[in-house]
Nanobody, 120 residues
Framework: QVHLVESGGGLVQTGGSLRLSCAASGRSFSGFAGGWFRQAPGKEREFVAGISWNGDSTYYAVSGGRFTISRDNTKNMMYLQMNSLKPEDTAVYYC??????????????WGQGTQVTVSS
């Protein structure tokens, strides 16, 4: 198992940007695909983006080009750069580690989440 801790959430106005970070510990994060999920109040958890173990491949389930997922295995870190934020992006964002960066059901380890609130 890998232990994950998110940071970087907060309150931002519509059109603003945030960079979420995910710090991994325990087993080497470079052995896992990484992903970001989000859950808004009253809604199911939603897959946002995934990145392969070496960072060479990415997959975006949502964002329309506004989000960028990246990772730095030398630091055991993963990031989600979010630009042009909209109120509908408001949610708790979770980072996760798994075996296939494209498949949400393949993620097994989860962080505790960080709140992102976008005001209109």
């Amino acid at each position: 198992q890998v232990h994950l801790v998110e940071s970087g959430g907060g309150l931002v106005q519509t059109g603003g940007s945030l960079r979420l970070s995910c710090a991994a510990s325990g087993r080497s994060f470079s052995g896992f695909a990484g992903g970001w999920f989000r859950q808004a109040p009253g809604k199911e958890r939603e897959f946002v983006a995934g990145i392969s173990w070496n960072g060479d491949s990415t997959y975006y389930a949502v964002s329309g080009g506004r989000f960028t997922i990246s990772r730095d295995n030398t630091k055991n870190m993963m990031y989600l750069q979010m630009n042009s934020l909209k109120p509908e992006d408001t949610a708790v964002y979770y980072c996760a580690a798994g075996s296939d960066y494209r498949l949400p059901h393949e993620y097994r380890s989860w962080g505790q989440g960080t709140q992102v609130t976008v005001s209109s």
